[in-house]
């Protein structure tokens, strides 16, 4: 049981949908910014993506294969592990199970890794069946440094965390490998409507 | 900005740079919580968080001007494993902060006070006015007390006329003699609103400083 906060009310914002709210979390209207390190910035002509480790053959894209491939355009709530959602995000880009529809692999989880050493893990579950993007524009636009760009996960159903800026490479593994904040005491998985911020949640 | 001085008698001990969740709950249940980070040392007999009142808070607003000594705050921490220093680390250690981003820096640098000093340890601290920097007479003291310690302002909006320091927004000149030569790899930590850390970090790379050797915490939203 929490303890009453004596004299506390809230300044309570009217949330157009609070069923979409999740528990602990407050709406945003911004876009707020959150990284470890600086923001790196890799030319677009030395930018690839690629999907490895155990798989039979290690597919890989430049950025104009990467363009070319059936695009997705998700409209979705977004919620960061520092309290804050967004709702509506509006995003284009490669579902993960297009990018992993030819690989052949009997691993369960993947390592997401980063421009700037970033990395993080989800079971495969987590980013198949339509519910992860790799995403290169954000509200029409190309998707800004800052958020991320020239491309970052979106996997709009687990902390904002998960969904890795910079995002240059999944690792597929037969064990699940912490990332960078699961190694900081952030929870392995975070789902938001369960309150995984950190371990033990 | 106020500081809460907090009597927590289960308090597993923190690291310098690691913040906390605070969160309120009124009678009703509501509640809200957000991230402090600890200004006080990992020796120091309290727990201290310095809190900034923002303008459109919802946790701020009460931490500053309705809690009173005696009330109950729960909180949940420490947390963050990255964005910390301790003496292993070595260094020369660098700290660039703006605002109320100065906070967890300064349990840093009272760490390293409270330590052995066996490395350089320079601080740049940006505020709007030379009445806005928090820790002052501490921060300076340090520069005083101790060959190794430096520690500078940015004073951007006003600044007093015997004022010798720097004014104005921090440039890429002020961060390259901060930071010093980039094969000394100073460990360099950058906390503040985003525009500033963005800033500060993308020119110490710049200047050659490598990405691994830089940590960054930013907050407040962006709008764009």
């Known amino acids: 049981m929490s303890p009453i906060s004596r004299g506390f009310t ?45 798989v039979r053959s290690a597919p890989s894209w430049t950025w104009e294969e990467f363009l070319a491939l059936p695009a997705e355009t998700p409209t979705v709530d977004i919620h960061c592990v520092t309290k804050w959602s967004k709702f509506d995000t509006r995003w284009r880009g490669v579902s993960v199970d297009t990018l992993l529809g030819g690989v052949v692999t009997e691993a369960e989880y993947l390592t ?13 579950d987590d980013v198949t069946g339509g519910k992860a993007w ?41 064990d699940d490998e912490p990332g960078f904040w699961e190694n900081y005491g952030y929870h392995n998985r975070g789902d938001p409507w369960l309150e995984q911020r950190y371990q033990g949640d | ?16 740079g690691q913040h906390v969740d605070v969160r309120l709950t009124a009678e009703d249940g509501y509640q809200a919580q957000r991230s402090y980070s600890i200004a006080s040392a990992p020796d120091d007999q309290r727990l201290v968080l310095t809190v900034e009142r923002l303008q459109d808070g919802e946790v701020s607003p009460y931490l500053v001007e309705v809690l009173r ?6 909180l949940r921490g420490p947390i963050g494993g990255f964005f910390v220093w301790e003496e ?3 260094g020369p250690l660098v700290l660039v902060g703006g605002g109320s981003g100065v906070v967890p820096l300064r349990s840093m640098l009272r760490q390293w006070a409270a330590g052995s000093r066996a490395v350089p340890v320079r601080l740049l601290y940006s505020s709007r006015s030379v009445e806005e920097v928090i820790y002052r007479s501490e921060l300076l003291g340090y520069a005083s007390d101790y060959d190794l310690a430096d520690v ?34 100073p460990l360099i930590y950058v906390c503040g609103p985003n525009g500033f850390v963005e800033a500060a970090a993308g020119w110490l790379v710049e200047l050659g400083h490598g990405p691994e050797r830089i940590r960054t915490e930013r907050f407040g939203p962006t709008g764009t």
């Not at chain 1, 309570?12 to 470890?36: K, N, S």
């Not at chain 1, 997401?112 to 993080?120: K, L, P, Q």
């Not at chain 1, 958020?147 to 240059?168: D, E, M, N, Q, T």
């Not at chain 2, 921090?170 to 094969?183: C, H, K, N, T």
């Open chain 2, 152 to 185: 500078r302002l940015a004073l951007t909006r006003e600044w007093p006329e015997d004022y010798t320091g720097h004014t104005g927004r921090i440039d890429p000149a002020l961060l390259a003699d901060l930071a010093g030569p980039s094969e000394e790899r």
């Open chain 2, 88 to 90: 292993s680390f070595g």
């Open chain 2, 69 to 74: 000594a005696g009330d109950e705050l729960e």
């Open chain 1, 10 to 54: 809230g300044r309570r914002r009217p949330v157009a949908d609070p069923a979409r709210l999740p528990p602990g979390q407050y709406e945003e209207r911004g876009f707020p910014v959150l990284a470890a390190g600086p923001t790196p910035h890799t030319p677009l002509e030395q930018w690839s993506f690629r999907i490895d480790g155990a």
């Open chain 2, 1 to 16: 900005m106020t500081s809460l001085v907090l009597d927590l008698p289960d308090w597993p001990g923190h690291r310098a």
């Open chain 1, 112 to 124: 997401a890794w980063s421009d700037g050493g970033y990395t993080t893990n989800l079971p495969l």
């Open chain 1, 134 to 174: 790799v995403a290169y524009e954000y509200d029409g636009e190309p998707l800004h440094p800052e958020h991320g760009g020239p491309a970052r996960l979106l996997v709009p159903h687990l902390y904002f965390w998960k969904s890795a800026k910079w995002v240059r490479g999944l690792t597929l593994t037969l």
